[in-house]
């Protein structure tokens, strides 16, 4: 499974940006898809995602500002980030979590693509 995040860029306050995360290989019993980020200094925090049952998680502080949505025929899972703020800046990984034979929960992570709001 390889994961292939884009759309990060340097942006001011308030402006918007849309990540976009295409997964390619063979991809069977996903649990869930999403978006974590990590400021320099900072641990990786998840921001967002979505479980297979269509449950949804946001981050308090982007909650109302982001929203996660996946293109399953595209595979690709899209994070649009409106209203950014300075402490958004980060870099942001895509994330997808398969359920292995073993029933355990493997986690494949993209790139890394950076995000930086300016003041």
């Known amino acids: 499974v390889q994961l292939q995040a884009s759309g990060g860029g340097l942006v001011q306050a308030g402006g918007s940006l849309r990540l976009s995360c295409v997964a390619s290989?063979?991809?069977?019993?996903?649990?869930?898809v999403g978006w974590y980020r990590q400021a320099a200094g900072k641990q990786r925090q998840v921001v967002a995602h979505i479980t297979n049952s269509g449950k949804t998680y946001y981050l308090d502080s982007v909650k109302g500002r982001f929203t996660l949505s996946r293109d399953n025929a595209k595979s690709t899972i899209y994070l649009e980030m409106n209203d950014l703020r300075p402490e958004d800046t980060a870099v942001y990984y895509c994330?997808?979590?398969?359920?292995?034979?073993?029933?355990?929960?493997?986690?494949?992570w993209g790139q890394g693509t950076q995000v930086t709001v300016s003041s």
């Open positions: 290989g063979s991809i069977d019993n996903i649990n869930a």
């Open positions: 994330n997808l979590k398969v359920i292995d034979s073993m029933s355990s929960v493997v986690d494949y």
